[in-house]
């Protein structure tokens, strides 16, 4: 069995210095035309058109992983993105996953799946074991400990690890997750079921197995949520594209500069912004670099 | 375009008399041994195991397809059983779902997705457009409108249809889901978000083609959200192995008999209850006739 997700991610954050997380969203119109073009010719002239977005996809994610790999401690595949095309999608997600854990990333599967029983267990098993195997997955909390527990099985068996959405970034997040209940907003309340899920799986780094989605939109909501969960991994979803930025996160690091994961796609993914150009590769590697470096100061702001 | 989804669904309830779903759980351990077999025969020594899994669920399904076509309005492939194995996996969930379609069935893909912006999006075009096509499916509320609304531009724009997370039937649902929101059950808040986001998408039958996923553990519940939600069909789990009779579902049914969907999943899959048995197909078409039977009644007791 391989050692705790939670203690691995330790490692990882602490030998690279980084809370950096790259978010995997690829969309075929938003690619460099050059791989598009590739992909093509690979795919040969007769091939179905979700077979050559999916070599498309195969590519370019091969190239961010390795452009990625020395800045970032894990990707963040958003599996809708290949979902979008079928099985070979499904077959380019698979093919991400390996390729970013044999470049030493973790892999965190963004599936933010969420159902019961057998379903749970079939999504588990799917997720964290065979070809897909994440190294966590993020999951939806609205159907209660029931959707949970199975995955919390199948991790504790495979030393895995889950990330709940408690608090979204979006702004309709609120119509459900800030609703008032018994005084507080029931992200709270989620909150509080996400400490109890993770209870059993705490790490000798201190954290637990089970982290939690908060969004990086209002830095006061971020420094109550680390508080209130005082062992979860906080996975920070927002910045860049989505407008907050690193100093807004700092609130998500413990004292330690340790607990907080930030999350950056479009603006890592996309950092070339023109799909002609020549040198696409180097904005990646360069948008990752800085983001990392930026996390480092705002966790060290944390720490001081 | 098609017709609106909710008026197809009329259709189908009026002129087969039926408001039964099959639910598609195909569980290769729990599938005739026969078909097993021949699956294994079929795929041949060399294939990967999810390949015969694969090959297994698409020879059951279409047979379940077949058995249950005359009683039933829909299918609901439930994807977690078939993204389990992966590619090959979902290639017989687009398989299961051109089987529905051709038998004249309608098809309902239980995906529960909840996601937002351009992933959300990708979500909506994987499975409302394309090889995947449902004519509707199930989403998670808890990221609000912003995860649902992708999924109505698109439904509007091919003729399909929504059925959003309401109150489930797990007994872990009340963690989230009841908890009191000034006064009401937080899932009352949901029912009203649903009536909300159906408004602009009522049929020429009087429901909207967004619907509400209740589940039929407390006949008072479903009561209450039958009148919270006038213009929603209601699709309802929980009948056969989860516990609730069709005389438990009588409420959620309008005074003309219109309006619910009842979902029997393990009841009918597995009728033939042990895998060896020759004749396992006519337990499965005998449980789909029973159940439509009884929703008939019970769809008449409530116009009584």
Redesign the interface.
Known sequence: MAAPFTDRLAAAVQSKRSALVVGL?P?LESLPLAVRRAAEEAAGAGAAPRQVAAEAIRRFDEAVIRLVAPSAVAVKP?I??Y??????G??AY?HAVAAARAAGLLVIGDI?????????E??A??HLT???AADAVTL????????VAPFLQTAARVGGGVFV?VR?S????????D????GRP?HE??AE?VNAWGSESRGACGYSSVGAVVGATAPAELERLRRLMPHAWLLVPGVGAQGATAADVAAAFDRGGLGALVNSSRGILYAFRDPAADDWQTPIRDAARQLRDQLRDAALQAAS
């Open positions: 969203d969309r958003q809708a993105f979902e979008r095309y079928g099985p070979p499904l077959a698979e933010k799946r969420g159902d019961i029983g057998t379903t749970a079939a999504y098993e799917a065979g070809d897909a939806n909390p609205y159907l209660g400990s029931d959707s959405l979204t979006n702004p309709s997040a609120r119509e459900l997750q609703l008032p209940v018994r029931l309340h989620v079921l």
